[in-house]
C-alpha cells in the first residue's frame, strides 16, 4: 500500500526559497521607486507651501524678505555692528505665514535681548516644512540650531565678500539686506527660481567638534543660506564654504574658501536625476541635472533679461 508523505522533501523547499528570493528581487525595486515617488511629491508639496509663504509675506511687508540680516564684512546696517545678532536669514522671517507663529514669536523675543542668533531660546526646534523626506539626515540639529534642505536663491554667481557690500548686489531672490519686490522680477515670475534644494550632512564626521552650517537658519552669513546657480544641480563641483565649518562628503562636496572671500552652496537632491525648484509664482518644477548650464544661470536671476525656454 502506498504511503502519503507529510513533509517537503529537500530539494522542493530550495525551489520555493529561490522562488520567493526571486520574487522579491522584482518587487523590491518597485517598492522603493513608489515610495521615493511619495518622498518626492511631499518634498515638492513643502517647497509649495513655502513659495505661498512667501507670497503671503509679500503681501504685508509689500517685499520678500531678506536673504541675510547681515553683511559678509560683518557691517549690520542698521541693526548693530556687532555682527552676531543678526546671523539669521528668510527662514525665520516667514515662520508667521507657515503656521509657526508661537516659534517665530520665541525666536523674535530671544533676538531682542541682544542675544548671539545662534544662542537664543528656540533655534534647535525642527520645522518639518523645511525638510526633504528624501534626505536621511534629517532632520539636523546642531548646537548652532536647526538646518533644512531649501533655500533660497541669490543668483548665477557664487558670493562675494569685497567690503562687505557686493554681497547686497547679487542677481537673484535673495541675499544680504535685500528689498527685492514682485515688481523687480523682470523675468517672469513663472521664470524665476525662488527656492530650492540642498543635500544635509550629519555632524562631526571625523572631527566631532565641527558643524557643517550648510543650510543652518541661524547661523549664516558666508553664503550657506542661498543657493548659487554657478553650477547645475547634482554637480561634482564642490561647495566652497568658510575653513572648518563644513564637512567634506560624496553626496555633499565641500572645499575651504581660505582667505578669498568666495562662497557657493550648490543645489543638491536625493532625488535621482535632479532637483525640484519652487518659482516665484510659486509653482514647483522638477529640473534634471543634465540642464543646459546657460538655461539654469537664466533661472536665477530676475531681471538678466534671458530668454528661458520651456525646461
Given at each position: 500500500m502506498s504511503k502519503t508523505r507529510?513533509?517537503?522533501?529537500?530539494?522542493?523547499?530550495?525551489?520555493?526559497?529561490?522562488?520567493?528570493?526571486?520574487?522579491?528581487?522584482?518587487?523590491?525595486?518597485?517598492?522603493?521607486?513608489?515610495?521615493?515617488?511619495?518622498?518626492?511629491?511631499?518634498c515638492g508639496n513643502n517647497l509649495k507651501q513655502l513659495g505661498i509663504a512667501m507670497h503671503n509675506y509679500h503681501d504685508t511687508y509689500k517685499k520678500f524678505p531678506p536673504g541675510y540680516f547681515q553683511t559678509?564684512?560683518?557691517?549690520?546696517?542698521?541693526?548693530?555692528?556687532?555682527?552676531h545678532q543678526m546671523?539669521?536669514?528668510?527662514?525665520?522671517?516667514?515662520?508667521?505665514?507657515?503656521?509657526?507663529?508661537?516659534?517665530?514669536?520665541?525666536?523674535?523675543?530671544?533676538q531682542k535681548l541682544n542675544t548671539p542668533s545662534w544662542q537664543i531660546p528656540g533655534i534647535t526646534e525642527v520645522v518639518p516644512g523645511y525638510m526633504c523626506p528624501s534626505d536621511p539626515a534629517g532632520p539636523k540639529v546642531s548646537k548652532e540650531g536647526?538646518?533644512?534642505?531649501?533655500?533660497?536663491?541669490?543668483?548665477?554667481?557664487?558670493?562675494?565678500d569685497q567690503g562687505g557690500s557686493a554681497d547686497e548686489r547679487m542677481n537673484g531672490m535673495f541675499c544680504a539686506l535685500s528689498k527685492i519686490r514682485m515688481g523687480d522680477v523682470t523675468d517672469g515670475t513663472s521664470n524665476t527660481m525662488l527656492m530650492g534644494e540642498i543635500n544635509l550632512?550629519?555632524?562631526?564626521?571625523?572631527?566631532?567638534?565641527?558643524?557643517?552650517?550648510?543650510?543652518?537658519?541661524?547661523?549664516?552669513?558666508?553664503?550657506?543660506?542661498?543657493?548659487?546657480?554657478?553650477?547645475?544641480?547634482?554637480?561634482?563641483?564642490?561647495?566652497?564654504?568658510?575653513?572648518?565649518?563644513?564637512?567634506?562628503?560624496?553626496?555633499?562636496?565641500?572645499?575651504?574658501?581660505g582667505s578669498g572671500g568666495v562662497y557657493a552652496t550648490y543645489a543638491r537632491s536625493h532625488h535621482p536625476g535632479g532637483v525640484q525648484v519652487v518659482l516665484v509664482d510659486a509653482s514647483v518644477r522638477f529640473v534634471p541635472e543634465t540642464i543646459d548650464s546657460v538655461i539654469w544661470k537664466g533661472a536665477a536671476t530676475r531681471s538678466g533679461g534671458e530668454i528661458t525656454p520651456q525646461w
Open positions: 507529510s513533509a517537503f522533501t529537500l530539494v522542493e523547499l530550495l525551489v520555493v526559497i529561490a522562488i520567493i528570493g526571486v520574487l522579491i528581487a522584482l518587487l523590491l525595486p518597485a517598492v522603493q521607486q513608489a515610495r521615493e515617488a511619495a518622498r518626492r511629491m511631499s559678509l564684512g560683518y557691517e549690520v546696517r542698521p541693526f548693530n555692528t556687532s555682527g546671523r539669521y536669514c528668510y527662514a525665520r522671517s516667514i515662520l508667521p505665514f507657515m503656521e509657526q507663529q508661537a516659534l517665530w514669536e520665541l525666536l523674535d523675543a530671544g536647526f538646518g533644512g534642505n531649501y533655500l533660497g536663491f541669490h543668483g548665477d554667481s557664487r558670493y562675494y550632512v550629519p555632524e562631526g564626521g571625523l572631527d566631532v567638534s565641527v558643524t557643517d552650517r550648510r543650510g543652518m537658519y541661524n547661523m549664516c552669513y558666508t553664503g550657506n543660506a542661498t543657493i548659487s546657480a554657478n553650477v547645475t544641480p547634482n554637480s561634482l563641483t564642490p561647495d566652497v564654504q568658510e575653513s572648518g565649518r563644513f564637512v567634506n562628503t560624496d553626496y555633499a562636496p565641500a572645499v575651504s574658501a
